[in-house]
Structure formats: structure tokens, C-alpha cells
């Protein structure tokens, strides 16, 4: 029997879940957490095999769970079960540790067989995850971003507006278009949020400069 814990900042969700692995014999549910913060904590206290982690969650995120379970050593494998499949979503997961990654619209069966699956230690990913990794892997090595362009992106990682950039960096607010611009392109996103986690993930810039 497989053991579980699930955490979701939506108690409908956790409900929904519960009661889907209690009906099967195969799982066994220990707890349930509303936040990273709760994860952490109940997956020191549990240890699960396998813990189903939602990403945008309230105060402490899936990512930053997924990472201090890692560094804490604790030995259940993490799959990630959330709406979102963008780029810099799927990496910061995978890079923090999660086993798998599977969307909340995977039918039952799929679901099942992705805990099994990555209870044993087997990486688990949805099939439009799968083909968005792919095309990182064959996509030519990004450019480099420049020192200005990276100036601009911390600076707008901390919540500065275009024109407060500009006046920080002495340029021009249409320069500081034209760079973010810039940075998009070479980060395959495109807009101003997606730009900056995907370059936290990347090792760009350093997640303490977010608000």
C-alpha cells in the first residue's frame, strides 16, 4: 500500500483527492496540507512515499516546499499536481526535486499509475510537459543575457515599474522596453512574471531580489 500526502490550498481539491486513493486499496491517505509551509512540516512528521504537491499556493509555494523537503532529506518522492504547465513552472519543479509532474485534468487511471509510478522512483511527466522539455532540449542554446538586461530584469523582479527602472538605470523608458523585450525572446516567454521566474530558475538572477 501506498502512502500519501496531499496538499492543496483548495480544500475541494484535497477532499476530491481523499476520498479518490481512500476508495482504492492500493493507497492510503496519512494527511493533507493547505500551503509549502504545512507540506514541509507534515512530510517530516508523516514521510509519505509519495506527496501530491500543488505549486501557486498562499504564503509558502510548491517549488520552495519541494526544495527544503530535498534539502531536509525527507525520502518521499514529490509529484506535482497543478493547472499550470508553462516553461519556468515545469523546470523549477524538476529542478527542485519533484519526481513527476502531472496536470489536475489527467484522468483517474492516469493519476493512479503516475503515484505507483513514481513511487517507485520512476519520473513522471504529462505528455504536453513531456513535449515542452522536449523542445528546451532541441531548441538552440539560448543568448546570453546582457549586464543591462539583467539590471532591468532585477530590477523589475522587485516590483519597479518601467519607468522607475529608468530612472534608476539613467535611460530611457523605451530602452527599458527594448530590453525586456529583448529578454523575452531569449527566454522563451512573454510577459514580465513568466520572464522573471523563468530566469530564477535558470540561476539569472537570485530569487531574494522578488518581493
Known amino acids: 500500500m501506498i502512502s500519501l500526502l496531499i496538499v492543496d490550498d483548495h480544500p475541494v481539491v484535497r477532499d476530491g483527492l481523499r476520498g479518490m486513493f481512500s476508495a482504492d486499496p492500493r493507497f492510503t491517505v496519512l494527511g493533507e496540507a493547505a500551503d509549502g509551509a504545512e507540506a514541509i512540516a507534515a512530510g517530516a512528521a508523516l514521510r509519505p512515499d509519495v506527496i501530491l504537491m500543488d505549486l501557486r499556493m498562499p504564503n509558502t509555494d510548491g517549488v520552495t516546499a519541494i526544495k ?9 518522492r514529490v509529484l506535482v499536481l497543478t493547472t499550470y504547465d508553462t516553461d519556468a513552472d515545469v523546470l523549477a519543479a524538476i529542478e527542485a526535486g ?5 496536470l489536475k485534468d489527467a484522468p483517474r487511471e492516469e493519476l493512479f499509475r503516475a503515484v505507483e509510478a513514481a513511487a ?8 504536453t510537459v513531456a513535449t515542452r522539455l522536449m523542445g528546451q532540449i532541441r531548441r538552440p542554446a539560448a543568448e546570453p543575457l546582457s549586464q543591462r538586461e539583467l539590471e532591468v ?3 523589475i523582479a522587485r516590483g519597479s515599474t518601467n519607468r522607475e527602472a529608468a530612472r534608476q538605470l539613467f535611460i530611457s523608458e523605451a530602452t527599458v522596453k527594448t530590453h525586456l523585450l529583448h529578454v523575452y525572446s531569449k527566454l522563451g516567454v512573454n510577459d514580465r512574471t513568466s520572464a522573471v521566474t523563468t530566469a530564477i530558475a535558470r ?5 531574494s531580489v522578488e518581493n
Open 68 to 76: 527544503e523537503l530535498t534539502e531536509r532529506g525527507v525520502p518521499a
Open 98 to 102: 519533484a519526481t513527476g509532474y502531472l
Open 120 to 127: 517507485r522512483g520512476e519520473a513522471i511527466l504529462a505528455p
Open 153 to 155: 530584469l532585477e530590477l
Open 203 to 207: 540561476g539569472y538572477i537570485s530569487p
